[in-house]
């Protein structure tokens, strides 16, 4: 039996290292599966032939890409799992799947990237799950007490957008001008944004049009209690090879409002979609992603931030039928996992 390492960042906590840690515990019970720091990479000479899972791909191949061509002869090899941000990779990215074995994306939108790019190695369409607790009913809301008694006692309908990181992919500032033309017609909408500092800019412009901002990292109870308080999702961003929060929110019974191109159309039914126009870049000038993305009409945003809005039990209603028919079948960690494993033994 070939034996296979898992290497990924376990130096800090980043969204590849928590899905990587999904896929471990998942792979771990078909076989015995190796993990590895990717900072230690550069110092590990094998002599077991192992296969190599390396996620992210692109990143480490370039950065301990002297070692690895070192000890490219002494492993089984390498299969590659990362994303497609935009609508195409560079060359340098196309190169790089070249050495590999296989590559796992989470999403059609990420494999067209990479096909259309010029990618010759297989790219299998893996995409990323949740938790059981994202389908039990919701649970007292604890952590945000405050928030549920002044929703409750003004009758307010609660927009959401998470920004961790990479503001303009995200569609931050999309959502500051949808938001600040609800706010024109409307003072029951209030937008709660998820940051991780307290203080910016886009911050004051939120709190200037009533919004509310919640900073910092939040575990896991935290996180479903925010999507069961709040009602509608802003998932607005340009691209991203899938947006996990999206499928969260959807889960948890948010209508998660969204550009009708980008990764998220897998998993997102088409009543929650609006018309979007393509975008010149998403990442720009990155080394990776150079292709374009789709940008939400902002027009028809606030047009269906409203509809909804007005209409929010019949379509809630809509949600929790299409997350019992598509969503519970297709995203569980459970089926993911052996989806997983289904790629992976093919290549031991």
């Not at 990237?113 to 059981?132: D, F, Q």
């Not at 604890?142 to 990479?166: G, I, N, V």
């Not at 990155?286 to 939400?296: L, Q, S, T």
């Not at 945003?301 to 039990?313: F, G, H, P, Q, S």
Request: glycine content about 6%; overall charge positive.
């Amino acid at each position: 039996m070939v034996t296979v390492w898992y290497v990924y960042p376990q130096w800090r906590k980043v969204s590849f290292s928590i899905i990587a840690e999904h896929h471990i515990a998942e792979l771990q019970k078909y076989m015995r599966i190796y993990t590895v720091d990717e900072l230690a990479l550069p110092n590990i000479y094998p002599f077991s032939d192992p296969l190599i899972i390396l996620h992210p791909l692109f990143y480490p191949m370039v950065k301990y890409a002297r070692h690895i061509e070192r000890i490219y002869n002494r492993i089984h090899g390498i299969i590659g799992v990362d994303v497609a941000d935009s609508d195409r990779i560079t060359n340098l990215a196309v190169s790089i799947t070249n050495y590999c074995e296989a590559i796992i994306v989470p999403s059609k939108w990420s494999r067209d990237a990479y096909v259309n790019s010029g990618v010759t190695t297989p790219v299998y369409v893996i995409p990323h799950g949740l938790e059981k607790t994202y389908f039990e009913k919701p649970k007292e809301i604890k952590a945000f007490q405050d928030l549920l008694k002044l929703k409750q006692e003004r009758k307010l309908t609660y927009l959401l957008f998470f920004c961790w990181h990479s503001e303009y992919r995200k569609g931050l500032d999309l959502v500051l001008k949808v938001y600040d033309r609800i706010r024109q017609e409307r003072k029951d909408i209030v937008l709660i944004t998820k940051f991780m500092t307290k203080e910016g800019k886009p911050h004051r412009i939120i709190r200037r049009l009533g919004g509310i901002i919640i900073a910092g990292w939040l575990t896991e109870e935290q996180k479903l209690e925010l999507y069961d308080l709040c009602d509608i999702y802003l998932g607005f961003s340009r691209g991203g090879g899938f947006e996990l929060n999206f499928l969260e929110a959807l889960a948890r019974g948010e209508i998660v409002v969204a550009a009708d191109r980008g990764a998220w159309t897998d998993y997102l039914p088409d009543f929650c979609l609006v018309k979007s126009h393509p975008c010149p870049y998403v990442l720009k000038d990155n080394p990776i992603h150079c292709g374009r993305g789709a940008e939400i009409d902002v027009e028809k945003a606030v047009d269906k931030v409203l509809e909804v809005t007005d209409n929010l039990e019949d379509y809630k209603a809509r949600v929790r039928e299409y997350v019992d028919k598509v969503i519970k079948k297709n995203y569980t960690w459970e089926n993911i996992g052996q989806m997983l494993y289904n790629v992976i033994k093919k290549y031991i």
